[in-house]
């Protein structure tokens, strides 16, 4: 299994991004896919989620309005489209999965910095 992580970088408050993350090894469609994230000094945090059926979408409230989590089956990738972000959305994203059914094994990507600063 294997999870890439590209788009982040340095933005401007308000500004937007991009993440993009490209998944290989799995059957991808039968997989929930999130996002989370780590500021420096903080717990990691789970930012979105997408079901694997029906594409049913979930978000932590800080960011509920601003960003949009979305994947393409036929590409075998989960997006994160990132608006109005704020200097408080500075972190290393983090692209996660696990197996949906037993043994429950867990992924992560590699991650991509984001920094909102002016």
């Known amino acids: 299994v294997q999870l890439v992580e590209s788009g982040g970088g340095l933005v401007q408050p308000g500004g937007s991004l991009l993440l993009s993350c490209a998944a290989s090894g799995f059957t991808f469609s039968s997989y929930a896919m999130s996002w989370f994230r780590q500021a420096p000094g903080k717990e990691r945090e789970l930012v979105a989620t997408v079901t694997s059926v029906g594409g049913s979408t979930n978000y932590v409230d800080s960011v509920k309005g601003r960003f949009t989590i979305s994947r393409d089956n036929a590409k075998n990738t989960v997006y994160l489209q990132m608006n109005s972000l704020k200097p408080e959305d500075t972190a290393v994203y983090y692209c996660?999965?696990?197996?949906?059914?037993?043994?429950?094994?867990?992924?992560w990507g590699q991650g991509t910095q984001v920094t909102v600063s002016s």
């Open positions: 996660y999965t696990e197996r949906p059914r037993f043994p429950r094994l867990s992924y």
